[in-house]
C-alpha cells in the first residue's frame, strides 16, 4: 500500500500516525506541505532517517522546488507525478490527510 | 494634536506557503494594510518561517512565487519584521536561508510584543 | 465595546462560522457593538445566497445576512471572492463586496479585532 | 489502468485541487483512463464557473471543464453542493450534478480510487 | 457464475466530529454506497474514534447529532466496523464509552485489512 | 492575552505552540475541536495539568457536551459564549489555528 502525506510534520501528526499503521516495506510519498518532511537538518530529520529503514521514501520535486528546499535528506527520493502514477499502479493509496 | 494616534497591527505568519493559501492572502492584507499608515509589524513563526525560505521556484508547479514580494515589504515602509529562533532551529533554518534578515527573538519577545499590539491578525 | 469579527473559513465544512455566530450573538447580547463582519480567505463562501442547506439544518447565510439587516456592515473581501466563483450576482441580502481597506478599518476602529478560521 | 478521482477540498484554498490536476495530467499521458472525477464535500467549489482568479494566476475550475470537454466524467455531488451554493446556475460546462452513488459507480469500475484533500 | 464480484471498500475514519463535517458527510457516503451491496467496512482510527462516543449533545451548539447514525449502520447491512485499540487508549477510552461496539484491533491487523481493500475512502 | 485553540491535541500541535508563547497567567480558551484537549484520562492530560500550573483554561460548554465529554480534567472551567466575550473584554485575542 502507498501511504500519501501532504502536511507540515512541525503542525501535524499525521506521519507519526502514518508510521504506526504502514507495513514494513510499504512506500510514502510526500506531496504539498508534505514535503517539508524531508528538508534535512531539522529536528524531523531522526524520524525521517528512522522510517527509512522500514518504507522507500518519495517527494514530489514541484512541492520541494516550490518551497525552496535545496538540501533533502539523503535516502529520499525526489519524484515527479508519473513517477507518483506508477507507484499507483502498483499500490493502493491511503492518503493520511 | 488631535491628530489619531496609530493602530498597532501585527501580522503573525504561521502557515507555510502553497499548501494553503493563507500565506498569501495573508501578503495582500499586509501590502494593503501597509498603505494606511498604521504601525504595522509581522512576525513569522512555526511553519510560517518557511514562507521567507530562499530559493523558492514554483514554475514547476505552476502556482505563484511570492517571497519576492515579502523581500519588497521595506518598500511598503513596512520595516517591523521579526522571526522566532526556536521556529528556524527546529526547521534547520538559519536567518542566512532567508530572503530577507528579520530580527530574530525569543519566544518570550515575541510574546511581549504580541501582548503590545491592538490587532493581531493571524495567517 | 466595539468588536470587529474576521471570518476565514468556509460554512458548514468547518465549525468556525458557527463559532462566530455564537461568539456575536452573546457579545451583542452583552451590548457590545459589531464593528463589522469581514469574510477573507475561504470565509467568503459564507455569502452566498444559494447555499441550500437541508431543512432540518441550520440556514448559515441566512444567519450572516439576518445580522445584515439588523444594521450590521457584513464585508466580503472582493479578491477572495472572485477566486471562489462569489459576485454580486450570489450574494445574499444586507451583505456587500469591497477590499481589504475595509478590514483595515474595522482592525483600526474596533477595540478588538477576533478573528476564526481553522 | 481505470483511475477514479475523489477531491474532498476546494480551489486555491488549499493545494488539492492542483496536486489532483497534475496526477490526473500525468496519469493521462502515461496512457490511464480517468473513470471519473467526483467533488465532494469543499471539493464541490471548484466546479463554480462564476470563478474569476487574477489573469496572471492558473484557472482552476475552467482547468476541470476543459478536462470534462475531453469527454472525462466530471461529476459533482449534489447534497455537498447545495451547502455551499453549488448548482446548476453557476455549474462549469461539461459536469453534471449528481448524488454519491455515482462515486460508487466509480469505486467500483476504476481499478484505483485516488483521493485529494486536507 | 456470471455474477460480478463485490468490490471491497473501506472508510478509514480518521477525523473527529463536529469541528469539520468530514465525519457527517462521510456517514452520508458509507450510507449511499451501502445500498449497493458491495463489501463495505468501516474503520474508525485516530480522532475517528470520537465520531463513536457515547452521550454526545449537540442542542446546545445547534448542530446535527448524527453518532445515532453511526449505531445504525447494522440496519444498513454495514457489519465489518472496526476500530484501533491505541487510538482509543491515546484518548483515554475504552470500547464502553462508545455507542457501538466495533471490533477492536491491533494497527497491524487495521493495516492488513487496509491492504486487503480495492477501495479505501478517507474522511 | 487570550489564546484561542480549535483543534484536536491529538492530531495538532498548535497547544505545543501556545504554551511556548504564552506568558504566565495568560488565559487560554478552548473551543470547537480544541475541547478534546480538556477530556480526562487522555495521554495528553500530563500536558494540561502542567498547562494549568501557568494558565486558567475554558472550555466552550456546547462544544464539550457536542463531543460526549463527560468528564472534564480538573481545574479546567467549563464555559459559555458570554464567558468567552467577557475575557475577550478583558484581553486581546491570539487564535492559534
New interface residues.
Partial sequence: MLHTINKSPFVHKNLESCLRFAKKGDPIMLYEDGVYTVAAGSKIEPMVAEALKKHPIYAIEADVKARGITKVIDGVYLCDYYCFVALVEQHKVYPWF | MGEKEK?K?MFVMRKPPHGS??AY?GL??IL??GA?E?EISVVFIDDGVFALKREQDTKPLGVKEFSKTFAALEDYDITNIYTDKESLETRGLTVDDLIIKPKVLEASEIAKMMEEQ?????F | ?K?GI?I?D???????A??AY??I???L??G?TIQGIFF???GV?NA???????Q???NI?KRWSDLGAKGIDIIVCV??A??????E??LIPNARIS???Q??EI??E?D???????
Fill in positions: 493602530t497591527i493559501i493563507y492572502e495582500e492584507a494593503i494594510m494606511y498604521q491592538q490587532v493581531l491578525l493571524p | 465595546m468588536f474576521l476565514q468556509g460554512p458548514y465544512n468547518h465549525e468556525a458557527d463559532s455564537n461568539f450573538q452573546a457579545a447580547e452583552r457590545h477573507y480567505n475561504d463562501i452566498t445566497k444559494l447555499m441550500e442547506p437541508p432540518d439544518d441550520r447565510s479578491a477572495a472572485k477566486r471562489r466563483g462569489i459576485n450576482d450570489v477590499g481589504l481597506g478590514l483595515t482592525a483600526i474596533s478588538r479585532l477576533i478573528t476564526f478560521g481553522s
